[in-house]
């Protein structure tokens, strides 16, 4: 494993108790990093935090904006400040086509995959401008970029992400705060729990290497951009989707 440093840095983690969260919590840990949890699933976070050094967890519900601020101030008074903040809980909510979709289905999934990230990084970007350093990685999807069918909530709601990561890479460009987005192919996580067997064979068919990404390898891309290396690329979106899209 390739090392990076993330000694003396604070890193949030959003949907770190399990898949790909926990994945990049583990590294940047494992990098030096204090690495915070936020999750609303209170039993599986304090796993989460129990198996990583030195970690802390704070069961939030990402879409409640009052929520979201009171994790913040709670965040920067047991640690001192936010430095890395990784957007990554997001839902699937099911596939069907468009028409088939409940409106309500279709609320959920964009508040939880756009909404939400736009309330944390809200809250936690005024701290990183402030102290002229920070580093904000959203975890978006290849379905962002292309539109996967069955999944046109899940799929704009991720073109959403990838949009908000361009405009914030150019607002913060000269700040100090480097705002970049992952658009992997799919992982095997809890998440596929979701999808019908006919969705998953699509993407696997879709993927060139012909097997789906592995947790560890976005992680590790994921902790690059967390990293002070990182510091001429913002608003960019990097693609791990062995070979899927080339754009």
Partial sequence: MNQIDLKGRVAVVTGGARGIGLAVADRAAQSGATVVLWD???ARLEQAVASLPGAAGIAVDLTDEAAVRDAVARTEAAQ????????????????????ELPVAEWRRVVEVNLIAPYLVSAAVLPGMVARGYGRLVNIASVAGKEGN????????????????????????????????????????????????????AYMLGKIPMGR?????????????????DCSFSTGAVFDITGGRSTY
């Fill in 40 to 42: 609303r699933d209170a």
């Fill in 80 to 99: 001192g400040r936010i430095d890395i903040l990784v957007n990554n809980a997001g839902i699937t909510g099911g596939n069907a086509p468009t028409w």
């Fill in 149 to 200: 069918p069955n999944a046109s909530h899940y799929s704009a709601s991720k073109a959403g992400l990838i949009a908000l990561t361009k405009s914030l890479g150019k607002e913060l460009a000269g700040k100090g705060v480097m705002v970049n987005c992952i658009t992997p192919a799919a992982a095997k996580t809890e998440l596929f729990d979701q999808m019908t067997e006919a969705q998953i």
């Fill in 212 to 228: 789906f990404v592995k947790v560890e390898e976005i992680a590790a891309l994921a902790v690059w951009l967390m990293s002070e």
